[in-house]
């Protein structure tokens, strides 16, 4: 039985792991009831990790309406439609799509497109949210100066430079091979 259940563990790791190549974000809900950041973009496959850093419960709840047709509705507490998550939501009842301080809901987004979501407690005072999954996610130095490259200006630069510094030693050779053998042959 134990060789049994440890071999079954150990390939429903392994099946975890090559189904999950995806990236990990965190988004976190705060006691200034705000999702942080409360837009973010990602890759097909990624999953985002709401974590409740404060003491005061959210929920984390699709719009229905607002997520890709073919895209798996999601919200904490499990549910399968915006209105039973609504129906349903009780301050301090994980079962019933609450996120407690401390504690985290995941969700793994496959299909491209454009995500709004909310906080059952907090809608009324802005506590929303957004994710843009798109191939290859958010692009890279998004959030800072590009990553410094050599502009075409000093390509050209580069170019022009060696071009002259070549023509300049091929003319000082020839004149000094030519040009020395006519001023000896002057001399003579
Ligand atoms: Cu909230």
């Not at 990790?49 to 919200?75: C, K, L, M």
């Not at 019933?96 to 504690?103: I, N, S, T």
Request: charged fraction near 15%.
């Amino acid at each position: 039985m134990t060789t049994a259940t440890g071999a079954s563990a150990v390939t429903s790791v392994g099946g975890t792991a090559a189904a999950q190549d995806g990236e990990r974000h965190t988004v976190e809900m705060t006691d200034s009831l705000v999702f942080e950041p409360d837009s973010i973009t990602i890759a097909p496959g990624d999953t985002i990790a709401w974590v409740n850093v404060g003491s005061i419960g959210h929920s984390v709840t699709a719009y229905e309406d607002e997520i890709p047709q073919d895209a798996e509705y999601f919200a904490s507490g499990g549910f399968d439609a915006e209105g039973q998550a609504r129906n349903s939501y009780t301050a301090g009842n994980t079962a019933a799509g609450d996120v407690p301080g401390g504690e985290s809901f995941r969700h793994t987004f496959d299909v491209v497109g454009s995500y709004e979501y909310f906080c059952i407690p907090h809608e009324g005072v802005g506590m929303v949210g957004s994710i843009d999954v798109t191939p290859g996610g958010a692009p890279e130095g998004g959030d800072g100066p590009a990553i410094p490259t050599i502009p075409d200006t000093a390509w050209t630069l580069i170019v022009v430079t060696t071009v002259a510094l070549l023509t300049v030693t091929g003319l000082a050779y020839i004149f000094i091979k030519y040009g020395g053998d006519y001023e000896l042959g002057d001399e003579e």
